[in-house]
């Protein structure tokens, strides 16, 4: 069965054709657009939906409107509120072939909560999704319901469709290896038994000449993120967001005793992995592509990034393609634990 996804150009929109329908939607809805509780308090219809910085329909960007995909029979939506207290028995993750997960981004309750998903799953399920909300620490909306707003929590989408996935990053070497030697969720403190942001700090300015403080931090830091080293495959990313007295804040959790490297971008590489990825994910005849690329590697790509778009729906032009800009990706092969991505972009061809 086919999904069935619609773009509106605003809530008032999707509400007037839909809010009094007798139907479920999961919504993925770009941050700038108006949002009234109130009318989402009287819709009929079950509404559940996530707020990205960005959102992507066919191969256009799109700062304001929203992403509704109607919640049909091969599709049941969970939304898991309490990420303390996880109880996944009432969810059908064994018999599932791919199973959606958006979680909140910036919640340090996320690798707990992608580990027991994986505990949980089939071993044959792929899991693909990716982190809502802003990197901006004064916006509360990352998830609502007809209720009202929630954070820190999850949505799982389970479909009966079968999915290809693509997961590809494209930063190269610049400097390392460092062990980390002191951190906390997901803050870094030492690398090598010294100041993390003073070492990042020198390595910055050795190649870019640029000073780095606490005002330039994010601006800067989204050329350089650190690279965990794996035994096989593609170093993960993680992304420095932030710095406070001394101590970096990432996007997603670092442990002790990880080895990193530092990393550097190259426009044309980033576009290369953007090419392989869509290789992996659209191999097979699917009919409806998901997409999801972190928001500060699609600044980091400024004006090549509608070169990206362009390369994925150039692969499949008669094919849906929906996504967003995200904070954090969430992808696994159906062989390997699930991993929460930073500045990767990650695609999911989905064949009916």
């Known amino acids: 069965m086919k999904l069935e996804a619609q773009f509106y150009e605003n809530f008032d929109s999707f509400l007037q054709l839909n809010g009094s329908l007798q139907k479920e939607f999961f919504l993925l809805v770009a941050e700038q657009t108006s949002f009234c509780l109130e009318a989402?308090?009287?819709?009929?219809a079950k509404i559940t939906g996530a707020f990205f910085p960005e959102i992507i329909f066919n191969n256009r960007l799109h700062k304001k409107g929203l992403i509704a995909l109607e919640i049909t029979s091969n599709i049941q939506l969970f939304l898991i509120k309490d990420m303390n207290n996880l109880d996944f028995s009432h969810i059908p993750l064994k018999q599932t072939p791919t199973v959606l997960t958006i979680v909140?981004?910036?919640?340090?309750?996320?690798?707990?909560?992608?580990n027991q998903l994986f505990q949980y799953s089939g071993l044959q399920t792929n899991i693909f999704g990716a982190g809502a909300g802003s990197l901006d620490a004064k916006n509360e909306k990352v998830f609502f319901t007809n209720e009202g707003l929630l954070k820190c929590c999850a949505v799982l989408l389970t479909l009966d469709n079968r999915m290809d996935l693509g997961v590809k990053h494209g930063w190269q070497y610049l400097e390392g290896p460092f062990v980390v030697t002191s951190c906390e969720s997901n803050t870094l403190k030492e690398l090598d038994f010294k100041n993390a942001y003073d070492v990042y700090k020198e390595i910055v300015y050795k190649d870019s000449g640029v000073t780095l403080d606490e005002t330039n931090f994010l601006e800067v830091s989204k050329n350089y993120p650190l690279g965990v080293v794996k035994y096989q495959g593609e170093q993960l990313v993680r992304d420095p967001i932030g710095v406070e007295n001394g101590v970096m804040t990432l996007a997603g959790q670092m442990t002790q005793n990880t080895v990193v490297n530092i990393l550097k971008g190259d426009k044309q590489t980033l576009l290369n992995a953007t090419k392989e990825a869509s290789f992996d994910a659209l191999k097979n005849e699917c009919e409806f592509i998901l997409m999801f690329d972190c928001l500060t590697r699609k600044n980091f790509l400024e004006e090549?990034?509608?070169?990206?778009l362009d390369i994925i729906f150039s692969q499949k032009k008669s094919l849906n393609v929906m996504g967003a800009i995200s904070i954090g990706e969430v992808a696994n092969d159906g062989k390997d634990y699930i991993?929460?991505?930073n500045k990767t972009c990650v695609i999911g061809g989905i064949c009916f």
């Open 304 to 308: 090549k990034f509608e070169e990206e």
């Open 339 to 341: 991993k929460f991505f």
């Open 40 to 44: 989402l308090h009287n819709a009929t």
């Open 104 to 114: 909140d981004g910036i919640c340090n309750q996320n690798e707990y909560f992608l």
